[in-house]
């Protein structure tokens, strides 16, 4: 059974920093790409970075500079250091692991709010 578990998210004022942790299970974590998407109330789901089996990374525009996407294939772990968080940050953030459009796993998500 695959399971993709998010942990780190909480409140925050603006500028300051998270790191959102993905463990996952039931899969052969190597060989994923995996990635962290987010979900503001009212809006669409938004990738927001991803990283290859490889170690390429890619990040949205929005979030260029101030959020880092690593992964330790010891551990079947993904991570998203998060910092100088503002307001429009706030949202659900979910993990995604996906080798194929057979294969593709989400999380249930981890709440990020940046609120003064």
């Known amino acids: 059974q695959v399971q993709l578990v998010e942990s780190g998210g909480g409140s925050v004022q603006p500028g300051g920093s998270l790191r959102l942790s993905c463990a996952a299970s039931?899969?052969?974590?190597?060989?994923?790409?995996m990635g962290w998407y987010r979900q503001a109330p009212g809006k669409e789901r938004e990738l927001v970075a991803t990283?290859?089996?490889?170690?390429?990374?890619y990040y949205a525009d929005s979030v260029q500079g101030r959020f880092t996407i690593s992964r330790d294939k010891a551990k079947n772990t993904m991570y998203l250091q998060i910092n100088s968080l503002k307001p429009e940050d706030t949202a659900v953030y979910y993990c995604?692991?996906?080798?194929?459009?057979?294969?593709?796993?989400w999380g249930q998500g981890t709440q990020v709010t940046v609120s003064s």
């Open positions: 995604n692991a996906r080798m194929s459009l057979q294969f593709d796993y």
């Open positions: 039931g899969i052969t974590f190597s060989s994923y790409a």
């Open positions: 990283i290859s089996s490889g170690g390429s990374t």
